[in-house]
């Protein structure tokens, strides 16, 4: 009976195996590039495309993560000073070079204004023609 439970838990150990990484490794001159969108209002939705964010760059490290994250229709709320909770968090992820981005269709149709938003996002003309382009060059968009 001993024999048994040693087998089970030696197959059990061995079941969960570490992620390969695939080539090039990720490293600092090899950044992994990976966007998320955020187009909703909802906090849980947004704190979980922040959660998941926190948890690729624990994985990796910051130094072989190349990070955007996009927000644009509902989603802009996400990167308003107003929505304190939220701004701590997108604050916190931005000291790890994570790159926050507003879609500036959706601030003129919102009325929002730059000071609107929290210090250090950057503005692009569309956030979905911004999530395309980085798609289209190679970086992976992941949607949690």
Not at 14 to 35: L, M
Not at 88 to 97: E, F, N, S, T
Not at 109 to 127: P, S, Y
Not at 135 to 142: A, K, L, S, Y
Request: proline share 3%; with cysteine.
């Amino acid at each position: 009976m001993m024999k048994l439970i040693t087998v089970l838990v030696l197959l059990g150990f061995s079941a969960f195996g570490d992620t390969v990484f695939a080539e090039p490794k990720p490293g600092f001159t090899n950044q992994r590039q990976i966007v998320f969108s955020i187009n909703s209002a909802d906090d849980v939705y947004i704190n979980h495309v922040l959660s998941t964010a926190n948890n690729v760059l624990k994985f990796y490290g910051p130094e072989k993560v190349h990070m955007r994250i996009i927000a644009y229709y509902h989603g802009i709320k996400a990167l308003l000073k107003s929505e304190k909770d939220i701004a701590i968090r997108v604050d916190a992820l931005m000291q790890y070079d994570v790159e926050f981005v507003a879609c500036g269709n959706t601030m003129k149709t919102k009325n929002i204004k730059e000071e609107d938003l929290i210090e250090g996002v950057e503005i692009v003309t569309a956030g979905i023609v911004e999530m395309v382009e980085r798609v289209q060059d190679g970086w992976v968009n992941i949607v949690p």
